[in-house]
């Protein structure tokens, strides 16, 4: 089984960096058996794809918010890392990290998501 568990601070200002961690375990991130990407909800809104990354480190993004975000891992940790800058209050969403199977068999997992409530 893959467990995924998001963390990081639920409540912040206008302009400042949100810094989101995934700590992952039952499937090692640096095997190609799972793509791993950041979701979000905002209220009232549908599921957006942020973006992912790969097991080699490569990394991709949704054009909407390529120029604020960031997506990066620590191997020895077993994590994923979401870094977005430049927050405004329409960034306050329940963020998800999500493992994306790559062979049948292996399934989507979902961690249980984070409320982030940027001030108005």
């Known amino acids: 089984q893959v467990q995924l568990q998001e963390s990081g601070p639920g409540l912040l200002k206008p302009s400042q960096t949100l810094a989101l961690t995934c700590t992952i375990s039952g499937a090692s991130i640096t095997t190609n058996d799972y793509y791993w990407s950041w979701i979000r909800q905002a209220p009232g809104k549908g599921l957006e794809w942020m973006g992912a990354?790969?097991?080699?480190?490569?990394?991709n993004y949704n054009p909407s918010l390529a120029s604020r975000i960031s997506i990066s891992r620590d191997n020895a940790k077993n994590a994923v890392y979401l870094r977005m800058t430049d927050l405004t209050p329409d960034d306050t969403a329940v963020y998800y990290c999500?493992?994306?199977?790559?062979?049948?068999?292996?399934?989507?997992?979902w961690g249980q998501g984070t409320q982030v409530t940027v001030l108005s």
């Open positions: 999500n493992a994306d199977g790559l062979s049948g068999g292996l399934g989507t997992f």
């Open positions: 990354i790969g097991n080699d480190g490569s990394t």
